[in-house]
């Protein structure tokens, strides 16, 4: 069976080489940005502009960096790895959607903001992790 809606190989590498910096200096600035950098300002250079983009700019990055990742072909395009994409892409969201209910039901307030912020990169990065996990064993 053919997947109609996946990009050629070449994208992989390209996804991966927009995702790994903008991973890095995500995890750098938010979660970690309070502790690291306390009173570092060269960091958010974006946020000199009107409306304070460096969170946006990093945000969007990171998802079309994952995209590519996610929805690029292998170099060898078989039923095994459709099957693997598949159960991959299920896990992902049932595992996102049962942190997402448990989170719900713990966290209040602002701090369920900061958790709805991390669930937008959580489906891809799971199946992400997941997917290539399963090929790199069974090679």
């Known amino acids: 069976m053919k997947s109609k809606y996946l990009l050629p190989h070449l994208y ?3 996804g991966w080489s927009i995702t790994i910096p903008f ?3 995500g995890i750098l600035l938010f979660p970690l940005g309070d502790l690291l950098f306390e009173g ?3 960091l958010t250079f974006l946020d000199k502009f009107p409306g304070q983009y460096t969170d946006e700019v990093i945000a969007a990055g990171l998802i079309i960096g994952m995209l590519l990742v996610a929805f690029s072909k292998e170099k ?4 095994y790895i459709n099957k693997v994409r598949l159960e991959s892409l299920q ?3 049932l595992i996102n959607y049962l942190l997402l209910i448990i989170c719900i039901l713990l966290i209040y307030d602002v701090e369920f903001l900061s958790v709805m912020t991390y669930n937008m990169f959580t489906i891809l990065l799971l199946f992400i992790i997941r997917f290539n996990f399963i090929i790199y064993r069974n090679k």
């Open 12 to 14: 992989k590498k390209i």
């Open 23 to 25: 991973l890095i200096i």
């Open 40 to 42: 570092a300002k060269w």
């Open 76 to 79: 060898i395009e078989d039923e």
């Open 91 to 93: 896990i992902s969201v």
